[in-house]
């Protein structure tokens, strides 16, 4: 399978499981942004234009199946998609002498980045007149830890569509070629 079809198919199962499944993972009414969490984790396959793709895909396929008409969510997608990576490389020079980094990076990326996302939308609130408080500020940070940790699953999922690859069988011509050539090796 080519890899622009793989990146699809993640963008579409993200998407799926924020939509569906997201509302069972809520705790204290604080659900995870769970397509952050598969765009921070399939950059580590697809690098900086892959997730600018991925993140452009992702926002799409969800304000298609939520009803939104603002880019806001483009926006914020896209450049997450596009932001991990260089983050990645970023931290990567950081923290050279740890161990086990790969995950720690993953959990730190996608916690700033969620944080980000919900403070651009917190902007957009007060912008439009909605009264914001305190509460939306820890529910921000919250979502933001939650969704970090959902970064874990979220890898484990994709590591098997990021790696599987179609094979075929050789086909015979003919079942006396099969036949024959079965009873030559006996």
């Known amino acids: 399978m080519s890899k622009a079809l793989r990146l699809v198919v993640v963008a579409i199962v993200a998407c799926v499981c924020q939509t569906n499944f997201s509302g069972y993972l809520r705790i204290a009414s604080i659900a995870p942004d769970l397509m952050i969490a598969f765009l921070v984790a399939v950059t580590t396959y697809s690098g900086a234009y892959g997730g600018f793709c991925v993140g452009s895909?992702?926002?799409m396929f969800y304000d298609a199946s939520v009803g939104y008409v603002l880019a806001?969510?483009?926006?914020?997608?896209?450049?997450?998609?596009?932001?991990?990576?260089?983050?990645?490389?970023?931290?990567?020079?950081?923290?050279?002498?740890?161990?086990h980094k790969s995950y720690l990076e993953m959990l730190l990326i996608c916690f700033f980045l969620t944080l980000a996302r919900e403070v651009a939308y917190i902007g957009y609130l007060f912008l439009i007149g909605a009264e914001q408080g305190m509460v939306t500020v820890m529910r921000a940070l919250l979502c933001s830890g939650y969704s970090a940790l959902m970064v874990l699953p979220a890898s484990l999922v994709l590591r098997p569509i990021m790696s599987w690859h179609l094979r075929f069988r050789k086909r015979g011509g003919d079942l006396k070629e099969d036949e024959n050539a079965t009873e030559t090796h006996r």
């Open 72 to 99: 806001l969510n483009l926006v914020a997608y896209t450049f997450i998609g596009w932001a991990a990576p260089l983050l990645r490389a970023a931290l990567d020079n950081k923290l050279k002498k740890l161990k």
């Open 57 to 59: 895909l992702i926002a």
